[in-house]
Nanobody, 119 residues
């Protein structure tokens, strides 16, 4: 069974920077695609940034130029460096990984980590 564990959530003032980490564990062969998503109160979960094992990245418009996604260990570790944070970035941030393991294809989610940006 594949597990994702996020870490690094917390509170930060607007304009500040923060870094989230996610680590995948379990019987994993490879993770071609992983990413960060977020869900603010009363809103649907949205994609923030994604990255392939080859390093190709994609960002939602609001994250472009402010957030940077990176990976390590063949995409088993993924990071989200956030800068110039805004109160509207406040949300629960979730890590997602899509890959192949001992039980075949998987799409796993972490439990989420809260990021609160105060003005």
């Amino acid at each position: 069974q594949v597990q994702l564990v996020e870490s690094g959530g917390g509170s930060v003032q607007a304009g500040g920077s923060w870094r989230l980490s996610c680590a995948a564990s379990g019987n994993i062969y490879n993770i071609p695609f992983t990413g960060w998503y977020r869900q603010a109160p009363g809103k649907q979960r949205e994609m923030v940034a994604t990255i392939t094992s080859g390093g190709y990245t994609n960002y939602t418009d609001s994250a472009k130029g402010r957030f940077t996604i990176s990976n390590d260990d063949n995409n088993k570790k993924v990071y989200l460096q956030m800068s110039s944070l805004k109160p509207e970035d406040t949300a629960v941030y979730y890590c997602n990984a899509n890959g192949y393991g001992g039980r075949g294809y998987f799409a796993a989610w972490g439990k989420g980590t809260q990021v609160t940006v105060s003005s």
